[in-house]
């Protein structure tokens, strides 16, 4: 039983909602700016992909991860022409698991820096431990779910994986709709900060700062936002005439079990993911059609990324499009392979394949066909790269709605 | 056991708990009606609406992997790596499995402020958080983030027992028993051979004490010896606790199983896996309205216990920390008893008041997030 997406809720760099994002691609825009949102003059990177929130958008829950998610839950459900029919639908999210936010942890320190607060709140409201609950939580208050949820943490593979088993559960039987995606920010002080302390993110600080797969990239940009899906049996779509975006054809997942901090550059976990996403899908290589890369514009990771797809596609590399939307939006960590997938139904709904914003000379250590601009092309299977923070591998196989 | 949920095969475990980590000695010390409940050994809680725990004992072992991860993460990669190796002493076999075809699946109950740290960044901030950076976050370990993140127990023991195959990282209070079932869904697709299964939780940090003792979730006894039992007829609130468990699953018999289990999360959980069970390894959430609903589940001639009354509650962790202690029961004979419960007090006669013989050979584990069925022996599964 083969699961497709009838409903998509973006929220992202380029705004609040699915158009504003598509037209972004389309228009092989980058939405990467100053942070506006708190003042990060002292932090030594002050750019991100930040989503531009209105007033109309704020939730009371001042998570902006929660917000996020909501955000796109909403209108997914409503994209679906969701309803009472569909609300024992499970939840699969994937999410970031950071600390609270900074002015969440002021709140709650003392002038002694202890741990003094809430004894005498008649109602607790502590946020420190995890939003994972509050998302989901929130979710389902507002769609009036039923079903289960399962929030997966794997890092930057989460929202892939957990569409994943979505996908799965509908292909075996145990779901008929399943909302799924994922959400997550970091454009906060203590992520960024300790983002920074990290090294991960580029250190120019320039609005063209990802460039993935550039000759010249030198580190990530942190992205934030959420996108999430209906998904149906393809049978249950067809039969209350719903549109089909797309359909999940396959999966694969993969562990390095090599380093926590580096991918294994020769990239042969990875295209193990990706070689059971096709098997699954029952797809041969050479009708894929694109690839929207992980591409995170790393040193490390795009070499490791180009490894793998080359071991998958031989020769074939050399003519398949690859991009990667990290430039445009930034790094949305746990939510990357959710906005990913949504990147990738333009595909299908637009026949555009989405360009590398500020990528502009290849790195000869990533021979890929890597689109700069966005390009015209009627494709029928893309295969969509999620490699998390320690190595776990995802990728989903897309295909054209039949 | 359900004909739906797929049924695998436990061939190695190993765990970290309040009352220990060797599970002979563990039982013994449940058999003996022992409680884990103590003043809180890891910071002072006496201000906070619950004061005892029941925390791990020993602190984990001396590692490289300490700069990247909390307490509760070195746990679980320890009793990952464990529970590999004891599986690899039970079934030769596994000696040979490809890594390609081991599949690691983590479930925990979600992050804990790392208070220690963020004092040294935070305690100079201002309230309209200018210059941040200076005023503490440049004070960061630069391995902060890395110790923050959601996977860096699992990336750790995948790294540690090269597990290459499939592989998810879940969180919340289901996260266990989700681990369980995801784990045995991927066995039953051919996805892997072998899987294992890492669960992780601590309820006993500062945020968790204050929210989950105001909303009267944990017990407010001020001393061990003032607790009411689960299933108590004056139940109060359950005790914080903590642990790290790990079983090595696999579909089929290669060597005689430990036991034999099928999992499930949520709230069908205990209707889907529901099946012939003898005994029950009941929630334990020592909450009255609680512990009444559940004994719905119990059928006639099904005995009642409550591990969790002795470990303390875990958290996501508890599926599999109950697998381990149930099965390790039912091989033996002998069932623990509900720590502290006299039977004039109990809400219903099936508990186990005092260590008794049994012929059971399956078991219903409860827990706030999922269920598991056991088995042991020649399960009735085939």
Redesign the interface.
Known sequence: MSAVITGVGVVSAFGVGAAPFFAGLRAGASAVGPIRHFDASSLPVQVAGEVPLKDADLHPSRDRKVMFAALAAQEAWADAGCGEAERSAALHLGLGLELGLLDDLTELLDAQGRLDFARDRDEPRVRLRTPVDLSAREIKKQLGLRGGTVVNVSACSAAALAIAEAAASIARGDADVVLCGGADSMVNPLGLGGLERLGAPSPRGAADACRPFDRRRDGLVVGEGAALFVLESAERARGRGARVYGQLLGWGSSQDGYRVTAPRPDGSAAARAMRQALRRAGVAPAAVGYINAHGTGTVQGDPAEAAAIRLVFGEAADALPVSSIKGAVGHLMAAAGAIELAACLLAFTDDILPGTAHHQELDPGCPLRVLGAPQRARIDVALSNSFGFGGQNACLAIGRAS | MSMKLPCVAVHGWAFHTPLGSDPERVLGRLLAGERAAASCPLFDAQ???CVLAAAIPQPPQPSRRRK?LGRMGLYAVEVGIAALEHARQRVPQLAMLP??RLG?FFGYG????P?DE??L???E?A?????????G??Q???????Q?????A???C??E???????????????GA?ALA?AS?ALAAG?VDAALCVAYDSLI????L??QG??GSLTRARTAAELRAPYDREAAGAVPGEAAAALLLMSDAAAEPLAWLQAA????AMRQVRSAAQVIDGAAQAVVAADREELQALGAGTRLTATLGSFGQVGAAAPLVQTIAVATALRRGELPPIAGLAADRAVCEAAVTAATRTSARAALCLSVGGAVAVEIGGASHV
Not at chain 2, 110 to 113: K, P, V
Not at chain 2, 205 to 208: I, L, N, T
């Open positions: 201000s906070h609406p990247f890594s390609v690691l979600g992050l804990r402020a208070w963020l004092m960044a935070m305690a901030q309230a309209d958080l200018s210059l941040s950076w200076e005023r976050l440049r960061l370990h630069p391995f902060f983030m890395l923050q993140l959601s996977n860096n699992h990336a750790l995948a790294e027992v090269r597990a290459q195959g499939e592989g998810v990282t879940l969180a919340g209070p289901s996260a989700q995801s869904a996805a940090a500062p945020e968790v204050i929210e105001l909303r999360d949520g709230a069908q």
